[in-house]
């Protein structure tokens, strides 16, 4: 019986390489000097310091370019509040979302339980979700459904098993 997996994953070292892309940038461009703009990297959060709310708004987008450009899913990040630090200047922390929530599983589940074609039949597993069916046209219009739904997190298709 043919199987695929739907997971939500995160590159990390995609990630690493975008902060640092984002840092060189904000090290060197004019808007920046002076501001003292870098990007920490700690587990699945991403600390960001700044002068002003104005340059923060400017890094984050700085970082979101890089990111994208990486191919690291916006999806993926959630961003907090810019927040006031020491001495007047601004600090943000973003965090990284990678595995799909029980509440996420239960929607793609529903959603492959109404949209997809008969015999297609799903579970969740840890943080991610097995899908199954009789043929391989099935699953692959399973996976076209879930391409078009928008769950608010990246979901790659892995594990596809005949």
Avoid: C, W, Y
Wanted: glycine share 4%; proline share 2%; aromatic share 4%.
């Amino acid at each position: 019986m043919p199987t695929f997996d739907v997971v939500s994953e995160i590159d990390m070292q995609e990630v690493r390489n975008a902060v640092d892309q984002a840092n060189r940038e904000a090290a060197t461009r004019f808007d920046f000097k002076g501001t003292d703009s870098t990007i920490e990297i700690a587990d699945m959060k991403l600390q960001l310091h700044s002068a002003t709310e104005d340059r923060m708004r400017a890094l984050v987008q700085v970082l979101e370019e890089k990111l994208v450009r990486r191919e690291v899913s916006l999806k993926s990040i959630d961003k907090g509040k810019i927040e006031e630090a020491a001495k007047g200047t601004a600090r943000m922390e973003i965090t990284l979302k990678a595995g799909i929530s029980s509440d996420a599983a239960k929607a793609i589940n529903k959603h492959i339980k109404d949209n997809a074609p008969k015999g297609v039949s799903s579970s969740t597993q840890g943080n991610q979700v097995r899908v199954q069916g009789k043929k391989r046209d099935d699953l692959q219009s399973a996976i076209a459904s879930l391409k078009e739904a928008d769950f608010g997190l990246p979901l790659q298709f892995v594990n596809f098993r005949d």
